[in-house]
């Protein structure tokens, strides 16, 4: 399995993964040798990783991350490779179509499509009906967010909001104020890597300037963001072990279609909703699958 970050061995992601794993007869250290990887948080060292993960002869490689999937593509045409979970992989060029990917790679994808922001905009509007500019940190580098911002122009209209761009660069390069700079009074954090590597410095801002703020990680309210909406990404691990065991029985990565996400999970932190004047109406409540209070 390859990570650009470090494996918690306590994660319920990685714990949904084995046990599925072992509910279909392959369990870790008896007959299975689950041999983990990651690049500590260094995207750039990714592909030094997959390679290792090639000399050693691995059967299956797991990847969790549209960058591990990438880095595995790129260091190996043969050996199966797994995705636990990434943006379009057609749009990447990892497959060549989600029904037939063909080659060595299949799979899950977490891309819910662009239609998706709309819904999302709209938790956020009922969340803060008096929010009308929002800031969309987003990467040109990852064409998914580029689809995603068109959808938002289109739907913030009927939604009486105007979605303004933001590019957020590397870590260390990136400005928070160009946010107070654009006027916007709310934030749609894109869950890319580079929005995850500035998170400090956007919970931060978000939190002085009172910004509500809606992201595509559960993290992000554990760590005292607004809201978050995206798919579940516990399911896609364990559904990724459905990938693994058939893979291990004979089947060929290119005749395994690529399931897009069907379960997604919406998660409010009530705290910050108090500190930002917020109150979060009952009828999202209902719908959260977890409220931090």
């Given at each position: 399995?390859?990570s650009?970050v470090?494996f918690?061995s306590?994660?319920?992601e990685?714990?949904?993964?084995?046990?599925r794993?072992?509910d279909l007869?392959?369990?870790?250290?008896?007959n299975?040798?689950?041999?983990l990887?990651d690049a500590?948080?260094?995207?750039?060292?990714l592909?030094?990783?997959a390679?290792?993960l090639v000399?050693?002869g691995?059967?299956v490689?797991?990847?969790?991350t549209?960058?591990?999937?990438?880095a595995?593509?790129?260091?190996?045409?043969?050996?199966?490779i797994v995705?636990?979970g990434?943006?379009?992989?057609?749009?990447?060029?990892?497959?060549?179509?989600?029904?037939?990917?063909?080659g060595?790679?299949?799979?899950?994808?977490n891309?819910?499509?662009?239609e998706?922001?709309?819904?999302q905009?709209?938790?956020l509007k009922?969340?803060a009906?008096?929010?009308?500019?929002i800031a969309v940190?987003?990467?040109?580098?990852?064409?998914?967010?580029v689809?995603?911002?068109?959808?938002m122009?289109?739907?913030?209209r009927a939604l009486g909001?105007?979605?303004v761009?933001?590019?957020v660069?590397?870590?260390?390069?990136?400005d928070?104020?160009?946010i107070l700079?654009?006027?916007?009074?709310a934030?749609?954090?894109?869950?890319i890597?580079?929005?995850?590597?500035n998170?400090?410095?956007?919970?931060?801002?978000?939190?002085?300037?009172?910004?509500?703020?809606?992201?595509?990680?559960?993290?992000?309210?554990?760590?005292?963001?607004l809201m978050s909406y995206w798919?579940?990404w516990?399911?896609l691990?364990?559904?990724?072990?459905n990938y693994v065991?058939?893979?291990?029985?004979?089947a060929?990565?290119?005749?395994?279609?690529?399931?897009?996400?069907?379960?997604?999970?919406?998660?409010?932190n009530?705290?910050t909703?108090k500190?930002l004047g917020?109150?979060?109406p009952p009828s999202?409540l209902?719908?959260a699958?977890?409220?931090i209070?």
């Amino acid at each position: 399995m390859l990570s650009p970050v470090p494996f918690d061995s306590n994660s319920a992601e990685l714990a949904a993964f084995r046990q599925r794993l072992a509910d279909l007869g392959y369990v870790a250290g008896q007959n299975l040798d689950l041999v983990l990887r990651d690049a500590g948080g260094d995207y750039a060292r990714l592909p030094d990783v997959a390679v290792e993960l090639v000399r050693l002869g691995v059967d299956v490689i797991v990847t969790i991350t549209t960058p591990g999937a990438d880095a595995a593509k790129w260091a190996t045409a043969t050996i199966p490779i797994v995705m636990a979970g990434s943006a379009d992989p057609v749009q990447r060029g990892l497959v060549a179509s989600l029904a037939r990917p063909g080659g060595n790679i299949t799979g899950l994808t977490n891309y819910p499509g662009p239609e998706f922001t709309v819904k999302q905009l709209q938790l956020l509007k009922d969340a803060a009906p008096r929010i009308s500019r929002i800031a969309v940190l987003m990467s040109s580098a990852f064409a998914p967010t580029v689809d995603h911002f068109k959808t938002m122009q289109v739907a913030g209209r009927a939604l009486g909001i105007t979605p303004v761009a933001i590019e957020v660069p590397s870590p260390g390069l990136f400005d928070p104020t160009v946010i107070l700079r654009e006027r916007a009074d709310a934030l749609y954090v894109s869950p890319i890597p580079p929005n995850w590597s500035n998170r400090q410095a956007i919970l931060d801002l978000a939190a002085r300037q009172r910004l509500p703020a809606i992201y595509g990680e559960k993290d992000w309210i554990e760590l005292g963001g607004l809201m978050s909406y995206w798919t579940d990404w516990v399911d896609l691990r364990r559904q990724a072990a459905n990938y693994v065991a058939k893979i291990l029985k004979g089947a060929k990565p290119a005749d395994l279609p690529i399931e897009q996400p069907t379960k997604f999970e919406l998660v409010i932190n009530l705290r910050t909703a108090k500190a930002l004047g917020l109150r979060i109406p009952p009828s999202i409540l209902a719908r959260a699958d977890a409220v931090i209070e």
